[in-house]
């Protein structure tokens, strides 16, 4: 499993990367970039050179991606360096490495990684089943969105897709939702742990079939933990 190594590359390199945080930038859409989101991204060029030469990177990172044409059926790697890099240069643990695997656009391996909080799933790992009343929500949503929350559920702000979608997936969360939009590389790890372990994943409003997404437009999504009960 070639994302076993790269959490253990990046478990190496994990005190370069926290060291790198107060190195950071603001990119032109407001967000921020940090010498450890480039650090993380240049541990995994190096690794995929080696191990995956076939397969073309998409990452947050290296965006945008002007005049590529985008084939189904074509073998890419979808990676967000660090999810929550505003979590990240802050000093928060809430933050995250997602990667996607697709080889002739069929889906291998998945991975979120947590390093700060030691936590990690990847494609075919067992996984703990929780249930929760708590709803994740997206830190794009304005004080009008909030104010029209649905009454009798808690609510929670990580501002890390990762994490949210982790906690979806596992049932920590009842359900999570960013109705803003987001990127490729920020849901590709989630919509597939979902689809392994029985949850509800809409994109844009219809179910998710495992397919690669590129970055030509923002996606709505949607996860939410299906539970059996027990007569």
């Not at 044409?69 to 074509?74: A, L, Q």
């Not at 695997?101 to 936590?119: A, K, R």
Request: with cysteine.
């Amino acid at each position: 499993m070639y994302l076993v190594d790269i959490v253990e590359i990046i478990k190496i390199n994990l005190d370069k990367i926290i060291r790198l945080r107060d190195l950071f930038e603001q990119k032109e859409d407001g967000s921020y970039v940090s010498q450890g989101d480039l650090l993380v991204q240049k541990l995994v060029i190096n690794y995929i050179k080696v191990n995956l030469p076939n397969h073309q990177l998409i990452s947050e990172e290296l965006a945008p991606f002007n005049g590529i044409t985008w084939k189904p059926n074509s073998s890419y790697i979808v990676l967000d360096p660090i999810d929550g890099t505003e979590n990240f240069v802050s000093g928060l643990k809430e933050w995250g490495v997602g990667i996607s695997i697709y080889t002739d656009g069929i889906h291998q391996e998945s991975c979120i990684f947590l390093p700060e909080l030691n936590d990690f799933h990847i494609t075919g790992m067992p996984l703990a089943h929780h249930r929760s009343r708590i709803r994740g929500l997206s830190s794009s949503l304005t004080k009008q969105d909030l104010l029209q929350l649905e009454e009798g559920f808690e609510y929670r702000i990580i501002g890390c897709s990762m994490y949210n979608m982790l906690a979806a997936v596992r049932g920590a969360y009842a359900s999570f939702e960013n109705v803003k939009g987001v990127n490729c590389w920020d849901i590709l790890p989630g919509l597939n742990f979902a689809l392994e372990h029985g949850c509800e994943a809409l994109v844009d409003g219809k179910p998710y079939q495992g397919q690669i997404l590129f970055p030509t437009q923002k996606y709505k999504i949607s996860i939410k933990k299906q539970h059996k009960d027990i007569a």
